[in-house]
């Protein structure tokens, strides 16, 4: 099965305040297909660190944006 390797999804928020971005994400990506691997990313306008909590149902919460990106990647790579 071509889809049967390991897949990253790395997902940030714009407003992080703990992880750096460029020095440690952009690297982690970069590695990750410099590696070989199949890696996606997406990107959460306006999300800090800690946002995973953020109700599914309101369509304007930070994971409210993930999740189609997410079911994507998912039936993409599954």
Known sequence: ???NHTAFLV?????????NTPAQSEVF????KQAGF??????VPGASHFWMWD??????????FLAPRLL???RERL
């Open 1 to 3: 099965m071509e889809n």
């Open 11 to 19: 997902v940030w928020g714009t407003e992080d305040d703990i992880v």
């Open 29 to 32: 990506v970069n590695a990750l």
């Open 38 to 43: 199949y890696v996606r990313t997406v990107i």
């Open 55 to 64: 109700p599914l149902d309101e369509p304007a919460s930070h994971t409210a």
């Open 72 to 74: 994507r990647f998912l």
